[in-house]
Each structure stands twice: as structure tokens, then as C-alpha cells.
């Protein structure tokens, strides 16, 4: 039984407790905020679990509410390049589907698990030189919190970094009122709205803490464009206001959906940037002691793609895996080290860049996938090639590494379009195109462009 210190009460630093308490070691978390108080504060953001992470949670008896969600079952995308110009669609569903729930009731359900599973709870704010008592204490000591004072302690990975600054205005809405489906969807997805050069608006299913079922709403603005109006806002109030006019400029399909939202509790919104960032897993601190990063603290991912709470379910699987090998051996920073890397080659370095990918402009390679896979419609039992296209592009979200090197190489995904659909890439594209084509002459005319599957009832 090795003796561990986990600073944080999130998601990553409570899944690491669970995990090493489960094996039988001696676990204190250090949190700053009791399970009460999780209650009572902002939302920390949606965090959205694919399959691959669920599996730790239902591993370690923490799935509480699997039973009460609405669960997701993929990914409707609609590409815009212009106001109102809706160019094409891709509807896909995953193998299996997925959820969102409220970190802040997480968090207070899973503190009070952890103490009835006979680990301990430390009520306090860390800084460095507590950070220092802590770590002397300890065997391992686990940095799994976000404050700007712990995360100086990891070096910023440069040669991973890719960006020095956030590339998206970020504002998010934990809203209530809106339908839970959508009449004219075969499923209940993540539904996101793209407007290149612009930025995205995508909204998901969500539990939340007061008001069960309900919508997550993120608007991802590039600075100084049409979506960046909310950099000022002083209430939740004035943003879903703000949002209300946002849907009905630029999403008026959807802006009926969205008429009656309002904000399901008075805390659940945020306004605010992140630099998507790779650190290095070993903190030094002043005595010359040694800690390890976990989550946010080393691997900091924009929402864009729903990957942080995801990456950081991996890493601790792996920490497990590693933990688990590595006997009664002191836990040194060539452990950590090697331990992140373990992490990086199979999770971390895939995560990071499909992520940052969702940020640029599209490659060539992603053209034509969504190009190829125009006329998926997300129905059950849809085999189609399209079909089979769009529910690989959905399924990279739960495991980006099994199509993220496709997205880099206009050779491979040539060839994973003629393996997809049993013919001819080209053709593949020649069909796509042609009903983008027949989507855009009708809305020159004035009418639907009758994207599959929103067939609309008019002529």
C-alpha cells in the first residue's frame, strides 16, 4: 500500500482517488471546496464523457446517474460559410452513446463516496509551500487542480504547445427550457453549427444538478467576429439574451428551439478563454521536491471538441496501469515522466491534435470526408457508405486516434473512403458534391436546401 496526495476535487482528481483507493492504497484529496459548496458555484464546463472514459467510471462504481440522463447517440454537424448559407450536414451516431453531467453534482456525490470508501478529505486551498508539507508526506503527490499558482510549476511543453494564446472567446450556458430532441433528428446529438472564419455554436444534452435532463450551449466566437458579443456581459441573464438575438441572426433554424431558454440555476454560466497547452508532467518545487501533473494541469484542450474531461479519464487509467507495475519502487520524476509519455503516445498526442484541428480552417483531407459523406442521415440501421463515414468521423470523438492521422494525410483518406464505400474515392465525392450542389441551387431559389435528414415540409 503506497501512501498518495491528490490535490483537486474535479473529475481527474477524484477518478484518480477512486482508482488508487480501489487498489488499495492509502488516498488524501486536498479540496478547496467542501461537497456543499461544489453545489453553489460556477459550472467548471460541460465535460461530456465518450464511451472509453465512461468504462473507468462504471469500473469504479461511480455511475450513478446512467439511469437518469438522456443519453447522446452521436454528432450532427452543418457547415455555414456564409450567414444563413446552410452548405451541407454530416449526421453520425456512435457506437455507443454518451453523456454530460453536472461536474458540481459529481463532485459532491463523488467526495462523499470516497470517504465511506475509506479515503480522506483535507479542507483546504494549496499553495506552494503547503504544496511542499503535502508532498513530504506523501509517496506520490497528484497536482489535479487548475489555480494559476500549482500550474507554474509545470513547465510549458513548447515543442507540443502549438499555441501562445486562446484562439477562442468562449461562452457557456446551462440552460432549460428547450425541447430535449429535435423533431426533424432521427437521435439525440451534440448538435454543432460551423461557420468557418467565424467560429461554433453547438449545444448538447446535459444533467443537471437542479433541474435533471436540460441543454449545455457553447458558443467557441473567434476574437473580434460576429459571435464575439459576450465579453461583457455582468449576469447569466443578459448572456442567454444575448443568445436569444445570436440564434435568431444566425441559427434561425434553431431559434424556435431556443425561444424559451433560460438559465438552470443562477450560477450556470462562464465567460472566458483557454490556451490550449501541453506541459511537462513533473512540477519542481522551491525544496527541490518532485510532483505530477494530472489533467487540466499538464494538458489544458479547448472545449471545442469535448476532449479535456476525456483526455484526462485516459491519463488516469494509464496512471493506474502504471502505478500498479511499478511495485514498492519510489516514485521519481523519470516515473512521471515515463508514466506521461505512456499516456501521450497512446491518448494525449491524438487528443491534442484532432482538438486543435476543430480550430482551424478545414483540411483538404476533412473536405472531402464531408464532402464523401454527404447524405449520412443518423438513422438506426443505416449501413450506407455515407453513413458509415459520418459514424467514423462521430467515433473519433471517443477515441481520437483512430482517425485523426487520416485527417493529415490526403492520401490515407482517400484510401479510407474507397475501403469505406467499396468504390472509387472520387465517386464518392462526385455524389456528395452533387447534392451539396442541389442543396445550394434551391436556397438560391429561396427554398430549403433539404440536407438529409432535415427534410423540411415545405416545397
Request: neutral net charge; hydrophobic residues 40%.
Amino acid at each position: 500500500m503506497r501512501n498518495i496526495g491528490i490535490i483537486g476535487s474535479g473529475i481527474i482528481g477524484l477518478l484518480a482517488a477512486h482508482g488508487l483507493r480501489k487498489a488499495g492504497h492509502q488516498v488524501t484529496l486536498y479540496s478547496d471546496k467542501t461537497p456543499e459548496q461544489w453545489l453553489q458555484v460556477r459550472p467548471t464546463g460541460t465535460a461530456a464523457r465518450f464511451d472509453l472514459s465512461l468504462q473507468l467510471e462504471r469500473e469504479l462504481g461511480l455511475n450513478h446517474w446512467d439511469a437518469q440522463v438522456l443519453w447522446a447517440q452521436g454528432v450532427h454537424l452543418l457547415v455555414c460559410p456564409e450567414p444563413r448559407n446552410r452548405l451541407l450536414t454530416l449526421t453520425g451516431r456512435m457506437r455507443r452513446p454518451f453523456q454530460a453531467v453536472d461536474v458540481r453534482m459529481q463532485s459532491h456525490r463523488w467526495m462523499k463516496d470516497l470517504v465511506e470508501r475509506g479515503g480522506r478529505i483535507e479542507l483546504e486551498s494549496v499553495t506552494v509551500a503547503r504544496l511542499e508539507e503535502i508532498a513530504a508526506a506523501h509517496e506520490l503527490t497528484l497536482v489535479a487542480a487548475g489555480r494559476a499558482e500549482l500550474c507554474r510549476l509545470f513547465e510549458r511543453d513548447a515543442a507540443r504547445s502549438v499555441y501562445n494564446a486562446p484562439q477562442r472567446q468562449l461562452t457557456l450556458l446551462c440552460i432549460k427550457g428547450p425541447r430535449m430532441r429535435f423533431d426533424d433528428l432521427p437521435l439525440v446529438p451534440v448538435k454543432f453549427n460551423v461557420f468557418p472564419g467565424v467560429g461554433e455554436v453547438f449545444y448538447m444534452p446535459y444533467f443537471h444538478k437542479d433541474v435533471g435532463p436540460s441543454w449545455n450551449v457553447l458558443v467557441e466566437a473567434k476574437p473580434g467576429g460576429p459571435l464575439d458579443r459576450f465579453r461583457e456581459v455582468r449576469s447569466g441573464e443578459q448572456a442567454v439574451e444575448l443568445a436569444k438575438g445570436l440564434f435568431r441572426e444566425l441559427i434561425p433554424w434553431d431559434a424556435d428551439w431556443f425561444r424559451d431558454a433560460e438559465l438552470s440555476d443562477p450560477h450556470g454560466w462562464l465567460v472566458g478563454t483557454v490556451t490550449p497547452t501541453v506541459r511537462r508532467p513533473v512540477g519542481r518545487l522551491p525544496s527541490g521536491r518532485e510532483v505530477m501533473g494530472l489533467g487540466d494541469t499538464v494538458t489544458s484542450l479547448d472545449p471545442i471538441g469535448g476532449q479535456g474531461a476525456n483526455s484526462g479519464c485516459k491519463q488516469v487509467r494509464t496512471l493506474l496501469e502504471c502505478v500498479a507495475e511499478h511495485g514498492d519502487r519510489p516514485f521519481d520524476a523519470a516515473w512521471m515522466s515515463a508514466t506521461f509519455e505512456r499516456f501521450y503516445a497512446r491518448h494525449g498526442h491524438p487528443t491534442y491534435t484532432f482538438n486543435n484541428l476543430l480550430l482551424e480552417p478545414l483540411t483538404p483531407s476533412a473536405r472531402e470526408l464531408f464532402m464523401a459523406q454527404y447524405g449520412s442521415d443518423g438513422r438506426e440501421g443505416n449501413r450506407s457508405a455515407e453513413q458509415q463515414l459520418a459514424d467514423a468521423f462521430s467515433e473519433n470523438f471517443n477515441d481520437p486516434a483512430t482517425l485523426t492521422p487520416v485527417f493529415q494525410d490526403s492520401r490515407r483518406m482517400r484510401s479510407f473512403i474507397a475501403e469505406t464505400t467499396g468504390g472509387a474515392w472520387l465517386a464518392a465525392l462526385a455524389r456528395g458534391g452533387l447534392g451539396v450542389a442541389r442543396g445550394q441551387l434551391r436556397q438560391k431559389l429561396g427554398l430549403d436546401p433539404r440536407h438529409p435528414p432535415l427534410v423540411s415540409a415545405r416545397p
